[in-house]
């Protein structure tokens, strides 16, 4: 069964810094991965989908990198602003099912 | 495109009352997804829908709860009835297969969510 976890739970840092934000997953054999960000009260935006046999993709600040052989994930941010505090999540559907298998998140606050 | 559509956003009902949330999901996706979001256990799957048809309801968490899908664009998830830990925001999401230079992926959309509260 898949397993995925992201560390840190929760980020506090000054606006400027570049942040990398982690998910590790412990079944390799995965059809895709995708991050996602949730504002408090809101749903889930879709930022960034990496397929299985991509290792990166970037959409402005974001890049977001996939190693599958280490099972790991991560999400770089570059030059944090306060509108990046949010909660960030990675999904991981796994080959087979389709099914997302998410991690509990990361919760981002950038404080001017 | 609206994107996934749910609807109420908002319900507050007494324990013991039946509750049922509707999606509509984005048109032409062919898999659909209800979620259960709560501070204590994240984001819970509860049934997945593939062309209308359910493939996975392991994580319905009782026969309290049910979900339908009688077409393509529309799907119900049913509480009946209600209990004060039912309470949670509700997700539905939906995805399409689609394909690449590089092969297939299935990205997920998600609806805004309904905030339940049973007292």
């Known amino acids: 069964k898949q397993e995925v976890t992201q560390i840190p739970a929760a980020l506090s840092v000054p606006e400027g810094e570049n942040l990398v934000l982690n998910c590790s997953f412990t079944d390799s054999a995965i059809y895709n991965l995708q991050w996602f960000r949730q504002d408090p009260g809101k749903g889930l935006t879709s930022l960034l989908l990496?397929?299985?046999?991509?290792r990166e993709q970037t959409s402005g600040r974001l890049n977001a990198s996939l190693d599958k052989s280490s099972g790991r994930s991560t999400l770089y941010i570059a030059a944090s602003q306060p509108g990046d505090s949010a909660t960030y999540l990675c999904?991981?559907?796994?080959?087979?099912?389709?099914?997302?298998?998410f991690g509990r998140g990361t919760s981002l606050i950038v404080h001017p | 495109d609206a994107g996934v559509i749910q609807s109420p956003r908002h319900e507050v009902t007494e324990m013991g009352q039946e509750v049922t949330l509707r999606c509509k999901p984005i048109?032409?996706?062919?898999?659909l997804f209800w979620y259960r979001q709560t501070m204590m256990r994240g984001l819970e799957l509860l049934i997945y829908?593939?062309?209308?048809?359910?493939?996975?309801d392991s994580g319905m968490p009782e026969d309290r709860f049910s979900a339908k899908m009688p077409n393509a664009s529309f799907s119900t998830l049913k509480i009946q009835p209600s209990e004060p830990r039912d309470s949670a925001v509700y997700f539905c999401a939906s995805t399409r297969t689609r394909t690449s230079g590089i092969g297939e992926y299935n990205e997920q959309f998600f609806g805004p969510g309904t905030r339940l509260t049973v007292l």
């Open positions: 829908f593939n062309n209308n048809v359910p493939i996975d």
């Open positions: 999904a991981v559907v796994s080959g087979g099912s389709y099914i997302p298998t």
């Open positions: 990496i397929q299985s046999s991509q």
């Open positions: 048109s032409g996706h062919n898999s």
